[in-house]
C-alpha cells in the first residue's frame, strides 16, 4: 500500500495543523492506520492510531487532549488534528497501515509513507 503524508509546515506555538494520510488501496477500510513522528537521530515515536472502522483510537500521552486522528473511508484518508502545539512536536510525521486486527508498529506494518514536515516555533 504506498502512502502519502501532507499538511506539515511551520506554526507558531500554540497553533494548529491537520495532516493528512491518503493510501492508494481500494480496501482502505481493512486496515489499522497509526501515524508515528521522528526527529533527527531519533527512533520513531507512536503519535496516534485509528482502527478499520473509526470507533477505537489511541494516543500517546504526550498528545493526548491536543491531537485528534479520525478518518474518512470513502476518501481513502487518515487526518490528524493537532491543536496547541509545542516546539517539542516538531518532527517529520508519518503515517502507516496494517491490514486485519492489528495496529501497524514501527517494525510491522503493510504500508509507511513518506513523511511530512512539521516545525513549531516559539
Known amino acids: 500500500v504506498q502512502l502519502q503524508a501532507s499538511g506539515g509546515g511551520l506554526v507558531q506555538a500554540g497553533g494548529s495543523l491537520r495532516l493528512s494520510c491518503t493510501a492508494s488501496?481500494?480496501?482502505?477500510?481493512?486496515?489499522?492506520v497509526g501515524w508515528f513522528r521522528q526527529t533527527p537521530g531519533k527512533e520513531h515515536d507512536f503519535v496516534a492510531a485509528?482502527?478499520?472502522?473509526?470507533?477505537?483510537?489511541h494516543y500517546a500521552e504526550f498528545v493526548k487532549g491536543r491531537f485528534t486522528i479520525s478518518r474518512d473511508n470513502a476518501k481513502n484518508t487518515v487526518y490528524l488534528q493537532m491543536n496547541n502545539l509545542r516546539p517539542e512536536d516538531t518532527a517529520v510525521y508519518s503515517c502507516a497501515v496494517r491490514q486485519g486486527e492489528l495496529y501497524p508498529t514501527i517494525r510491522n506494518s503493510d504500508g509507511w509513507g513518506q513523511g511530512t514536515l512539521v516545525t513549531v516555533s516559539s
Open positions: 488501496t481500494r480496501t482502505f477500510s481493512s486496515y489499522n
Open positions: 485509528i482502527n478499520r472502522v473509526a470507533d477505537t483510537t
